[in-house]
């Protein structure tokens, strides 16, 4: 069992900055991958950003140059650092890693944080 903590969502005005965080605890060998997600109303759930557990990240076209996500291996966390927030990325941000679990450390097993809320105003 692994649980995923975020926090940092918050209300920002446009060109504002917030920096999400996400605690991974339980009974973890290895974190793999670590996502964020983000989803609106009626929106599908759109991948944000990934680091791998080396440290090489991806972004989603429309956040590239503005956001940048990073991780503490030693604290098992992950981030997620917004600039210039625009409100079209107002929405839910939902973090995902992969999990080895000690005991069955050749397996992968994925889990979700429940979100917290980003809200942009103009």
């Known amino acids: 069992q692994v649980q995923l903590v975020e ?14 965080s996400c605690a991974a605890s339980g009974n973890i060998f290895s974190v793999n991958d670590m996502r964020w997600y983000r989803q609106a109303p009626g929106k599908q759930r759109e991948l944000v950003a990934t680091v791998s557990s080396d440290g090489r990240t991806n972004y989603a076209d429309s956040v590239k140059g503005r956001f940048t996500i990073s ?17 079209e990325d107002t929405a839910v941000y939902l973090c995902y890693a992969i999990v080895n679990h ?3 450390s050749q397996l992968d097993y994925q889990y979700w944080g429940q979100g917290t809320q980003v809200t942009v105003s103009s």
């Open 102 to 104: 000690v005991g069955a």
């Open 71 to 87: 991780r503490d291996n030693a604290k098992n966390m992950v981030y997620l650092q917004m600039n210039s927030l625009k409100p």
């Open 7 to 20: 926090s940092g969502g918050g209300l920002v005005q446009a060109g504002g900055s917030l920096r999400l």
